[in-house]
């Protein structure tokens, strides 16, 4: 979910569905709905106006569930940090199990982040 | 200068020095309401407005955008007659001077926070905390509401949603946006301009080379820095670049939401060839900080034209069967014609620039007027149409596409040698701030972007106007007696940008 990205990290984000990334080949998928995933893929230094629909996305998650933090805003704010409107990272808000960093990071270090989450998962 | 006379009046507006290219006048609440009533005449375009500490400014273009001036108002009591009251484009704008800068517009009828939900530190914004949205009323037998938002089922950014449907059929939609509103114009304030410029790349990562283009021109106009030709022309590159992209990726999506996923599979696909050229030429994907004030950052090598060169082979040639698979695709075809159409008198009216604009009748492309280098020294088509249904969206970006690879071709056949860059000279000038101003041609449509600086050479105040302000209230009308299955399809063909618009 996007918590007040600049749209670039979702731009590589929609990258791993292109035949060329073709993330369904690795068993993962993006789904419609919270209550249908198992990872939260989160971007953005969490604008205030998101925090709430942060949280209410994550307790929306059934567990076990993890969260991956996408993008260098995501992890402290990036440059949007130490706005009035900015909260400053997702672990602020939500517990975070893995950052990729990047700005964007590119639909292989995307690929390469979410692998490594399910091997240690599995 | 003339353009604007009847406005200005005789005697009372007052020529501000070292605002640069075009003029900014101070101007008194007359000569605001007459500027209000030649928007509502179609005698200019609104392309900007925007506040800051008691003092309201409003960009004017005439309708053929050979002219361009600033309009300021002081508003020492903290108020200024609504622009909105009389031109309806204005205003979300005047919601958001009120959210940002506490300056209410007199006489609007929309007083509703905007970008402000009332969750900012105490002082900051002007909504009561706490407080619900009002939602605007919708009465009638057999209405029900779809509220959908923030939270989207697909990969898009954060808004909210409220359709009021009669079964299948939406009767109205409001737009709430605002979640993702970063404060970006506070943090501009008193930065570096190395600090500025990476803000202005992020703006919309979509479009962050024409953010960093019009920054930049923004910065160099207040400067009167000359910029090395081969930078003009290098920026001219990624520009084309980045819109490919872009309108490629529209292209695949729009069709997508119809359900039709081999086309999404192959724009897909040279999407990402257009993204790879880009980091073997530029160094980064989406060409993030590649632009800066004064010029580039990085030079395009032999090996990166030639790689520039194969990339525009390829989309040739892969191309036209994308286009006949489009246009012979009846279920497709189906989804799309007379889907969401957009009123040529409206699309006017907001000065609703891009795509959108030129697919329902508007012909402005300010790489055309009031251009800039390189556009000046270029020949290309703008590609309009009048049907302004999603196809014509879909035809806008292919014929645009088409145009961008010819602009290529020329810049990589013409582009001149020479330096990539030039120090900003800002700061020596003793007497007023040094004030600029840069329209640009992102793939969204026209960005404007006004700085000030001050005298040190970092930034006192910068808004950038991203193309979506005029677009997404007409996302509202285009809906209306369309099926609610229908809208992915209208806001895809949109495409407007939450982040720019939050800011
Ligand atoms: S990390 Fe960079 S690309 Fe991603 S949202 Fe932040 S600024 Fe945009």
Redesign the pocket.
């Given at each position: 979910m996007d918590a007040g990205?600049?749209?670039?990290?979702e731009l590589e984000i929609h990258a791993l569905n292109n035949i060329v990334y073709d993330l369904e080949r690795f068993g993962l998928r993006f789904v419609a709905s919270p209550r249908h995933a198992d990872v939260l893929l989160v971007?953005?230094?969490v604008t205030v106006n998101m925090r709430e629909a942060l949280q209410r996305t994550y307790d929306a998650t059934p567990a076990p569930k993890w969260v991956v933090a996408?993008?260098?805003?995501?992890l402290d704010g990036?440059?949007f940090a130490g706005s009035y409107a900015v909260v400053g990272g997702v672990a602020k808000v939500v517990p975070v199990d893995l950052h990729i960093p990047?700005?964007?990071p590119t639909p292989q270090q995307l690929l390469s982040g979410l692998l490594a989450l399910l091997q240690t998962t599995s | 200068m003339h353009a604007f006379a009847t406005i200005l009046g005789d005697d009372k507006a007052v020529l501000q020095p070292d605002h640069r290219p075009w003029p900014r006048y101070q101007v008194d609440e007359a000569a605001w309401i007459r500027a209000a009533h030649a928007m509502r005449n179609g005698v200019c375009t609104l392309v900007g407005y925007w506040g800051e500490a008691k003092q309201v400014h409003l960009a004017l273009a005439t309708a053929s955008y050979d002219a361009l001036c600033v309009l300021s108002l002081a508003c020492p009591e903290g108020h200024f007659p609504s622009i909105a009251l009389v031109h309806l484009p204005a205003a979300r704008l005047e919601r958001t001077i009120a959210d940002l800068f506490h300056l209410r517009a007199r006489g609007a009828a929309d007083l509703r926070p905007w970008l402000d939900h009332g969750r900012w530190a105490a002082g900051v914004g002007a909504a009561p905390a706490g407080s619900a949205y009002a939602f605007l009323p919708v009465e009638g037998e057999s209405l029900h509401q779809i509220p959908v938002g923030p939270v989207h089922a697909g990969i898009i950014e954060p808004g909210h949603f409220r359709f009021t449907a009669c079964g299948e059929t939406v009767v109205r939609l409001e737009e709430r946006l605002g979640y993702v509103h970063k404060g970006i114009e506070r943090l501009m304030a008193g930065a570096s301009l190395a600090k500025a410029a990476r803000l202005a790349g992020?703006i919309s990562?979509d479009s962050t080379v024409a953010y960093a283009i019009a920054f930049a021109g923004a910065i160099e106009a207040a400067t009167a820095t000359r910029v090395p030709p081969r930078a003009q022309w290098l920026r001219g590159l990624m520009a084309e670049l980045e819109r490919i992209a872009n309108h490629l990726g529209d292209i695949g999506a729009i069709c997508n939401d119809a359900a039709f996923s081999v086309m999404l599979a192959h724009c897909g696909l040279l999407r990402e060839q257009v993204l790879r050229a880009a980091e073997a030429c530029f160094g980064h994907r989406l060409m993030m900080d590649r632009v800066v004030p004064g010029g580039v950052a990085t030079d395009l090598t032999d090996a990166g034209a030639v790689h520039i060169e194969a990339l525009i082979g390829e989309i040739r040639r892969c191309l036209p069967p994308l286009i006949s698979l489009y246009d012979n695709a009846a279920s497709l075809q189906d989804r799309t014609v007379g889907t969401g159409f957009l009123r040529p008198e409206l699309a006017t009216r907001f000065g609703c620039g891009g795509v959108v604009g030129r697919a329902s009748g508007r012909a402005i492309d300010v790489r055309r007027r009031p251009s800039y280098p390189p556009y000046d020294q270029l020949a290309f088509d703008v590609p309009v149409l009048m049907q302004g249904d999603v196809n014509a969206r879909v035809w806008i970006r292919i014929r645009e596409v088409e145009c961008s690879l010819a602009l290529m071709t020329q810049m990589l056949r013409r582009l001149p040698a020479g330096p990539l860059a030039t120090t900003i000279a800002a700061g020596d000038n003793a007497g007023s701030p040094q004030e600029g101003m840069a329209l640009v041609e992102g793939f969204r449509g026209d960005i404007l972007v006004w700085v000030r600086l001050n005298p040190d050479g970092s930034i006192d105040r910068c808004h950038p106007r991203d193309p979506s302000w005029f677009q997404w209230p007409l996302l509202e009308t285009v809906i209306d007696g369309n099926i609610v299955a229908d809208f992915p399809l209208c806001n895809k063909s949109f495409n407007c940008s939450y982040s720019g618009h939050d800011l």
């Open positions: 990205s600049c749209n670039g990290c971007t953005g230094p996408v993008g260098d805003c995501a990036g440059v990047g700005c964007p | 992020r990562g």
